[in-house]
Structures are given as structure tokens and as C-alpha cells.
């Protein structure tokens, strides 16, 4: 697989609840190969990579699969819940960007400013 592959293949197996960033996944994949545990081969104008032999004994030998516990307990049930709500703000936000007025982009910023401050105030409660 490629790096943008693995990327999506890891936040569909945890069932959205982990997604790494491409700036955590390359670095990864360079420190992996580096030290021998994967190999990358261009192919396409994309590099994929595989596991060697050693890099597969390692991961027969590891722990279990860190996507199979993505999937449960109450810990990422919210980051999924928290995860699925930023995703729809940010989606809602790359529209305003792109299509909105000049006035519409400032309402917007005036919104994030109210809701960043909502936040950390939420937290400033006492429980």
C-alpha cells in the first residue's frame, strides 16, 4: 500500500475512531524502512511499501492490532462522536471559506471565536 492507502484502510478498521495524519504516517513509514522493517518500491509515480521479513516477524510478535481496540470502550466512542462533529464544522467551514462573501467569512471567524471560548468555559465549570 501506499501511504494515503494505509492512511484509510487504518480509520476504516478502527471504524472512523483513529485517523493518522499524513504528517505522523510518512515520518513513520521513513523510521520503519530505515531501520528495516519495511521496504517501499516506486510503482506509478507512488511509493508502496510492504513488510520485509523481519518486519513481519516484529508484527507477528507484537501486540494485537491497535485498530482492533480503536473500536471500543467509552474512550473511543467519544473521540468518534467528538471526531464525526469536528469533521462536519470543519466541512461546513471549507465552504464558507471557498464559497462565502467577505461578510459571510467574517460571521464565520466571529462563530469559531464564540465556540472556542464556549469550550474552554465548559471546562471552567465546576463538575
Do not use: C
Amino acid at each position: 500500500m501506499h501511504g494515503y492507502e494505509m492512511i484509510r484502510e487504518i480509520a476504516e478498521r478502527s471504524g472512523g475512531g483513529w485517523k493518522p495524519s499524513p504528517g505522523s504516517v510518512y515520518p513513520t513509514l521513513q523510521m520503519l524502512e530505515e531501520e528495516g522493517l519495511i521496504s517501499s518500491e516506486e510503482t506509478g509515480g507512488k511509493k508502496l511499501f510492504q513488510l520485509t521479513d523481519t518486519g513481519r516477524a516484529e508484527a507477528d510478535n507484537g501486540p494485537e492490532a491497535p485498530w482492533d481496540q480503536a473500536g471500543q470502550g467509552e474512550h473511543w466512542q467519544v473521540f468518534r462522536e467528538f471526531g464525526q462533529a469536528e469533521g462536519a464544522v470543519r466541512d461546513a467551514l471549507r465552504q464558507v471559506v471557498i464559497t462565502g462573501s467577505p461578510e459571510q467569512r467574517t460571521k464565520a471567524l466571529a462563530v469559531l471565536a464564540d465556540a472556542r471560548k464556549k469550550l474552554y468555559l465548559i471546562l471552567a465549570e465546576e463538575a
